[in-house]
């Protein structure tokens, strides 16, 4: 079965985006990769990588950015 339609309907967007004097728009790619985490909070993003060899001793990696899907 098909599920409820999540995107909003272009209309209503146009029409939303008349009701103010002033509205704002961004380019979300230039965004990518520029949200800092806070080093304090940095190790809480550290995952180990052995690339599937477990007889050697795993790489430690840190996220330093968020990463956005």
Same mark, same amino acid.
């Given at each position: 079965m098909k599920g409820p339609d999540l995107l909003n309907n272009l209309l209503g967007v146009l029409l939303?985006?008349?009701?103010?004097?002033?509205?704002?728009?961004?380019d979300i790619s230039k965004?990518?990769?520029r949200v800092l985490i806070p080093?304090? !909070?940095q190790h809480v993003h550290r995952? #180990?990588?052995?690339?599937?060899?477990?007889?050697?001793?795993? !790489?430690?990696?840190?996220?330093?950015? #968020?990463?956005?899907?």
């Open positions: 939303r985006f008349r009701q103010y004097e002033m509205a704002a728009c961004g965004m990518y990769h080093e304090i !909070d995952f #180990l990588w052995r690339d599937l060899d477990i007889e050697r001793p795993p !790489d430690v990696y840190i996220k330093t950015v #968020l990463t956005f899907w």
